[in-house]
DNA sequence: AGGGCGGCGTAGACAGTGTCTACAGGGGGT
DNA sequence: ACCCCCTGTAGACACTGTCTACGCCGCCCT
């Protein structure tokens, strides 16, 4: 259980699958590629990942950890809990944009929901969960009323994956014209689920 | 082009892929097996369907059509322009959890961003703009101010398809607790975006 | 009626994939 | 010094989507 100075076999092998997948997209993510990619031969990868599939949720591991990473300066540098929300939201949605390939990736639930990594791992399915936690926390503020917290929070954060996908699609633009703007679109989001900001 | 009496093989094809994916999920439709489901070797789609994706897209779009009629059947049957969206939503969420594998895979554009059928059918993207047109002349009903229609319209449009799909991975579930019930939150997201009831 | 012909489906080849298994090389511990 | 285990290699296997060449059958034309 040494680590050469070029890191464990393991993590370049994430490594490569994360530059494949932002840079080619969540199609693009093959076993032996990722391989390819990172200098060893096409069997290299089972020593440290049982499937495919395993490797893959280790690569959108990496997605959630930067996302949460994204969540946790963007809520820090919010003032009230309102503002935290809307920066918890317009991250989402960036990440979406930016990061299209790995957002593919994160919720393509049929290639990974295998348990994916090493048994001392969290499942992936529940990478989220503290996110949400946190969010509702900042919600019940938010309305005053924290009964309802919980599912408004799940209404907007339904809302918000779908907004994230249909405009990375173009869906949205296609149904409103190519004019249409994410931002204002986000603010009717945030206006709807949690009250106008004047409220 | 003379059809026997079972139907075309082109529809063969599509039946054969239609029932697979509902059968066995979209991570099973591969080209061979839909011919091998269809009784013809594995050559013969190439005659009708250029590429794999292209007959995908033709099997995608009976999902699109089979979602338009639930659509129209539900609104037919809804008294107010309210009812009339609540009905629409619910027929969405109800789509997405019964036909899982078909929902999957008409939002799987990675797999049909080809045209995908013959020259004078509509672009697949495009399938669900006359829906949205029909949804935002009821939202502006429901509003009263017709300027603000689109954006709640898309609003709402994309919580909807969200809700759909975190509700059919079980991610809202693994968040509210597992008594949670899908029309609670489906009441909370139109309420959310059209106003209470009473109003 | 007989002869071509064109469309339809078959069958094989090809490159590529994920998984599995047998094997070589090297380092550390006894 | 020896042995063993760990790590990575290399080949096989079944399978996939695509492409190409080839038969077959029914139709139209003379």
New interface residues.
């Given amino acids: 259980m040494s680590m050469d100075e070029q890191g464990s076999l393991r993590e370049r092998l994430v490594d490569a699958g994360v530059e494949l997948v932002l840079a080619e997209?969540?199609?693009a993510v093959g076993l032996r590629e990722i391989a390819r990619r990172a200098g060893v031969s096409h069997g290299a990868p089972r020593r440290y990942f049982a499937t495919h599939q395993a490797l893959l949720s280790a690569v959108a591991r990496r997605g959630f950890e930067e996302l949460a990473g994204r969540f946790e300066a963007a809520v820090a540098g919010a003032a009230g809990p309102r503002e935290k929300v809307a920066a918890f939201a317009r991250v989402y949605v960036a990440f979406a944009g930016e990061r299209r390939g790995m957002f593919?990736l994160m919720?393509r639930?049929?290639l990974l929901n295998g348990d994916g990594v090493a048994e001392g791992q969290p499942r992936l399915?529940?990478a989220?969960?503290p996110l949400?936690g946190e969010m509702a926390r900042l919600v019940g503020e938010c309305l005053g009323e924290p009964a309802r917290a919980?599912?408004?929070?799940?209404?907007l954060?339904?809302?918000?994956?779908?907004?994230a996908?249909?405009?990375g699609?173009?869906?949205?633009q296609?149904?409103?014209g190519e004019q249409?703007r994410v931002d204002?679109?986000l603010d009717?989001?945030l206006d709807?689920?949690l009250g106008p900001v004047a409220a």
């Fill in positions: 997209g969540s199609g593919e919720f639930h049929d399915r529940e989220t969960r949400f919980g599912v408004v929070t799940a209404a954060w339904t809302n918000l994956h779908g907004l996908q249909l405009w699609w173009g869906s949205v296609l149904m409103l249409a204002a679109l009717a989001v709807a689920h």
